[in-house]
């Protein structure tokens, strides 16, 4: 009995002896799948699918490692956002990535661009603005005998007086001469309109338009036989334009001037306003008058901004009124029936 009861003592220690020690080589052989140490035979670990941790803070820091990285504060996160391919951590976050309203600073997702740089929220956009910026009035607007509004830096800076009209038409006649070769020698008068005296001018509804060029022929007829009069040129300019503006709509009424002189013959409206746009994009583009190329870049107008860009396309690397007036001869050639 004593014997037995022995033998039965030996087996069972015996058996659980070499399940312990084949337990113990197991568990010998396993590391921490996080920080790598050896996991000791003794001690209790955690297990997630195939992989092992040696305690709590190795699992969260592994479960942590598989959550995104944001990619504006390099956080990683549980819940964010996701755009264009991007993680966001949080709203401040994602709104980094807006742009900046110019009137209200609010970071925003949706607008439009008023200019290379400047930024209009979907909400700014809708507010009334300037006549002469299109930026939204603020409460420093200023309103004009004929209806338009302008914001405080129209206001401020838009060119109001005859004397300086003149002097800065003088000053861009010279410079268009300097730059491009682009001169007419006769004698033009300049106007400053607001908006109605344009329109009782302008051939069109005159609602949109920042200039005129107006020639007309003045001819005295003596016994049936046609004698010149007198021809006469005139530039009108709408007045509280700002000069950057006011110098890009100077440089296309010039343009007419010129072409008035030199291409009488061209009556395709999309290529005299397309020249004339040209003509200002290329003298504003030297001159760094942003909003001026920005403006006649983005114009979506048939004539204007579709005539901009094809005449644009054919004057290729031209920068001279010479090389410009020999592509427009050869594209639009002076009719037979006028003799030349
Ligand atoms: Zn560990
Ligand atoms: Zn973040
Ligand atoms: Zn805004
Ligand atoms: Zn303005
Ligand atoms: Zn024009």
Redesign the pocket.
Known sequence: MLKSFFSLFLALCLSCLLCGSLFAAKRNTMTCDWCGKKIASDASFLRSEDKNFCNEKCFNQYVESLLPVCDVCGKRFKSGFTSEGKNFCSKSCLETTFRECVHCHRREPKGYLVGDDIFLCEYCRELP???????PLDRFAKDLDDGRS??????RD?IFTVSEMKSLMASLRQELADRFKMSTDHTIEYELCNRTELKKESAGDGEHELGLFIFNRHTLTFFSRTIHNRDEFRILVLNGQ?PDIFRGVGAHELAHDWMQENLPHIDDPQIREGFAEFVSWAYAKAEKLDRVTWRIEQNTDQVYGDGFRKVRDMMGDARTASEWKKILLKACPVPSASGK
């Open positions: 603005a300037c006549a002469s910026c299109m930026m302008l914001c405080r830096d129209c206001a838009g700002p």
